[in-house]
């Protein structure tokens, strides 16, 4: 049973450059969701996908955006990189099971991105 | 709004000793808890979880946690710590809003075993 998967491991860009980020979840899972964890601090929630809509948003400004596809796998963009940009950024899986609720998330082991 | 506090922000234990990480959360409804461990760069692997029943949890590893509703807490314990317990450990609360469910996170305690 494959696990969250995330691509690419690693990414390096320069201030103002765009950024696109991967995730496919584990298998049997419809929800996912992203979070930003900066040097040394717990990870942010950023947004979280469901039914291929974004349901609910983190503090994060609109440079952050996303998406996700029929199959349940999703991407993160951001655009207008900035230094402070630069963390590690996980996305997390899990299955809907109420209105509102999702069961256990999941986490990918993440891509480090480092704006220079 | 929730949050989650991990007061110890950096805890050395030597190898064979007992370990409690604490952890005090903020959420106006009945929580749902969560432990976590981080290695080194790595993601982040579920330890253990309360949603209800039992307030004392059993996880993965040999940890386990108890919910004290009265304390706001949901400390993580283990009898005796082995030398690859060396990570960061991360609590979290499952925070219900907007029709969603997001997790929030404390920022993390990080734990060295000494040999």
């Known amino acids: 049973d494959a696990g969250v998967t995330q691509s690419p491991t690693h990414l390096i860009k320069t201030r103002g450059q765009q950024v696109t980020l991967r995730c496919s979840p584990k298998?049997?899972?419809?929800?996912v969701s992203w979070y930003q964890q900066a040097l040394g601090q717990g990870p942010q929630f950023i947004f979280q996908?469901?039914?291929?809509?974004?349901?609910q948003r983190g503090n994060f400004p609109d440079r952050f955006s996303g998406h996700q596809f029929p199959n349940y796998s999703s991407e993160l963009n951001v655009n207008a990189l900035w230094l402070g940009d630069s963390a590690l950024y996980l996305c997390?899986?899990?299955?809907?099971?109420?209105?509102?609720?999702?069961?256990?998330?999941?986490f990918g082991p993440g891509t480090r991105l480092t704006v220079l | 709004a929730q949050s989650v506090t991990q007061p110890d922000i950096h805890i050395t234990v030597s190898e064979g000793a007992s370990l409690e990480l604490r952890c005090n959360y903020s959420?106006?409804?009945?929580?749902?808890l969560f432990w976590y461990v981080q290695s080194p760069g790595q993601g982040l692997q579920l330890l253990l979880k309360?949603?209800?029943?039992?307030?004392l949890v059993q996880g993965i590893k040999g940890f386990e946690a108890e919910f004290k509703r009265s304390q706001s807490s949901f400390n993580l314990r283990k009898p005796s710590v082995h030398w690859s317990d060396a990570a960061e450990y991360f609590c979290?609360?499952?925070?219900?809003?907007?029709?969603?469910?997001?997790?929030?996170f404390g920022k993390g305690t990080k734990l060295t075993v000494n040999p």
């Open positions: 997390a899986s899990s299955l809907r099971v109420g209105i509102s609720l999702t069961d256990t998330q999941y």
């Open positions: 298998s049997g899972h419809d929800t």
């Open positions: 996908y469901y039914e291929e809509e974004e349901r």
């Open positions: 959420y106006g409804a009945t929580p749902y």
């Open positions: 309360y949603f209800s029943g039992d307030t």
């Open positions: 979290a609360v499952g925070a219900l809003q907007g029709g969603s469910e997001k997790l929030v």
